[in-house]
């Protein structure tokens, strides 16, 4: 697999820059005079979850890893039923006397409990320990790019109202996401994203009957920055005519530090902090109607006809 291009500060890409379309132009020029906006508490946006209903799930896995600073296990487990496929991601744990308990290595069940918009395990019990002469359970490689077919887990995410939405809420659409950040410098990397999608939304909003099988979702993966305030800011700049409805089809969102690291995984995505900006990776997807990968693209060489063609067919236009 190629690896990742990554953009940092005023570096250029070793790749071909990308030409944007000039009428979408004007949008990121109009991005510039946000960045000054405040930082605004995340949690603040979570809303209350005591009102909302609780589901457990049966996981079957072995423990990869163990953070007991952020009170974590990563477990690469087996698919579970009606939750989401196999693969490895970390869970909350809320009873800290586990991690005495259990070792990396160590074959596990659990219960996964969803409720309001987050996710933890509880009742885990050892099954099997880890051989003390085997070695260590390797982690998963940084970097997975991911495959149409694969199964998308429902992840949780905060959009440009401060509400909670989930990616399974699209099932019936066909949705197009990248991944951005507001704060982004070069012209020809995150905004070049977000121009694009001003390109192909301004065209599905002249195609009413395209319109309502699809969604667009720019997803933010600096969640310490880029609140519900800063990032309707942001994409008032990119919707034509600034008008507030376009919000319904075109969302804004931030995944959440604590799931940030599984989001990135399991949709290709490399970021790396430094300072004020971010060493990243570029990742846009169709997810199809059933919620699944329907097409990735990778990095930045793709032109808006060509998704936009790709999308209109996930969606059996």
Excluded at 34 to 63: D, W
Excluded at 74 to 79: P, S
Excluded at 189 to 203: G, H, K
Aim: aromatic share 10%.
């Amino acid at each position: 697999m190629t690896p990742p291009v990554l953009v940092r500060g005023s570096e250029i890409s070793l790749r071909e820059i990308c030409s944007c379309e000039e009428r979408g132009l004007r949008f990121a020029r109009i991005r510039l005079a946000i960045l000054i906006l405040g930082v605004a508490f995340f949690a603040a946006a979570c809303g209350n979850s005591s009102k909302q209903p609780v589901q457990r799930y049966h996981m079957e896995g072995t423990v990869v890893a163990i953070d007991r600073q952020n009170q974590q296990l990563e477990v690469d487990h087996k698919e579970i039923p009606g939750f989401m496929g196999a693969m490895t991601m970390s869970y909350p744990v809320k009873t800290p006397f586990v991690f005495d308990q259990v070792s990396a290595g160590d074959q596990i069940t659990a219960d996964v409990i969803v409720s309001g918009g987050q996710d933890w395990l509880e009742n885990i019990k050892v099954v099997k320990k880890a051989d003390p002469n085997a070695p260590a359970p390797a982690a998963p490689p940084e970097v997975r790019e991911p495959q149409p077919g694969d199964a998308v887990p429902d992840f949780v995410l905060v959009n440009q109202d401060g509400k909670q939405i989930h990616l399974a809420d699209f099932r019936g659409e066909s949705v197009l996401l990248t991944f951005i950040y507001t704060r982004c410098p070069l012209a020809d990397y995150c905004p070049a994203m977000s121009t694009r999608f001003s390109v192909i939304e301004e065209a599905l909003q002249n195609n009413k009957q395209a319109l309502g099988k699809t969604h667009l979702l720019s997803i933010s993966f600096d969640p310490k920055h880029d609140t519900p305030k800063v990032l309707r800011d942001y994409g008032l700049g990119f919707l034509a005519g600034a008008r507030e409805k376009d919000f319904r089809h075109w969302e804004f969102a931030v995944a959440p530090e604590r799931n940030l690291k599984d989001v990135a995984a399991f949709f290709g995505l490399v970021y790396m902090p430094d300072e004020d900006q971010f060493t990243h990776s570029m990742s846009t997807l169709i997810i199809s109607p059933n919620g699944k990968i329907y097409k990735f693209y990778g990095g930045k060489d793709w032109q808006t006809s060509d998704v936009m063609k790709d999308l209109l067919s996930s969606t059996g236009s």
